[in-house]
T-cell receptor, first 116, second 109 residues
Framework: GAVVSQHPSRVICKSGTSVKIECRSL??????MFWYRQFPKQSLMLMAT?????????EQGVEKDKFLINHASLTLSTLTVTSAHPEDSSFYIC????????????FGPGTRLTVL | GENVEQHPSTLSVQEGDSAVIKCTYS??????FPWYKQELGKRPQLIID?????GEKKDQRIAVTLNKTAKHFSLHITETQPEDSAVYFC????????FGAGTTVTVRA
């Protein structure tokens, strides 16, 4: 149990376009979902925390108008990268927590975004 | 906020030898310390975790120790095998996970 999926797994887009990434908890209801970004040979950096039905909490330095997060249900959160630029190219990983402890997080397989 | 430091950044060991990775954290409120293994292009996989009320935990060849007073925790892998080669991340959780910078482990056959 505790499977998290992400779609798409890989996306290439032109500079200036928007890209939506979906994160789904397949066999449990996720009270909270997290979005991370990982640049090559670096660690995971938390971008934002989203709770179902409420606004996401963004980490310092993350532009909320550029990285739009919607957590419409207990099994789905979406990250939209608006007006993407080459510097947004990265590996985006979501995770989901199924209880209020938030410590045990189940990670999605990640989405490789390349902006040309 | 929490600050997690991880050492070493790279580690090369002979197959069969042990590997040790050390992490320190700054926030005494952190109470959960997971370790993840990540292969290239894949998701992080939880390999072991420890909570602040426990000093040591072992799962087959993998063990984790925690020293709350000194605010450091370590991962021990014994009898290393080539498939242990990967990047390992420690993390500490207060109200969110903060990750260390990672250790690239290479097991030489």
């Amino acid at each position: 149990g505790a499977v998290v999926s992400q779609h798409p797994s890989r996306v290439i887009c032109k500079s200036g376009t928007s890209v939506k990434i979906e994160c789904r908890s397949l066999d449990f209801q996720a009270t909270t979902m997290f979005w991370y970004r990982q640049f090559p040979k670096q660690s995971l950096m938390l971008m934002a925390t989203s709770n179902e039905g409420s606004k996401a909490t963004y980490e310092q330095g993350v532009e909320k108008d550029k990285f739009l997060i919607n957590h419409a249900s207990l099994t789905l959160s979406t990250l939209t990268v608006t007006s993407a630029h080459p510097e947004d190219s990265s590996f985006y990983i979501c995770s989901a927590a199924r209880d209020r402890a938030l410590d045990t997080q189940y990670f999605g397989p990640g989405t490789r975004l390349t902006v040309l | 906020g929490e600050n997690v430091e991880q050492h070493p950044s790279t580690l090369s060991v002979q197959e069969g030898d042990s590997a040790v990775i050390k992490c320190t954290y700054s926030d005494s409120a952190s109470n959960y310390f997971p370790w993840y293994k990540q292969e290239l292009g894949k998701r992080p996989q939880l390999i072991i975790d420890i909570r602040s009320n426990v000093g040591e935990k072992k799962d087959q060849r993998i063990a984790v120790t925690l020293n709350k007073t000194a605010k450091h925790f370590s991962l021990h892998i014994t009898e290393t095998q080539p498939e242990d080669s990967a990047v390992y991340f420690c993390a500490a959780n207060d109200y969110k996970l903060s990750f260390g910078a990672g250790t690239t482990v290479t097991v030489r056959a």
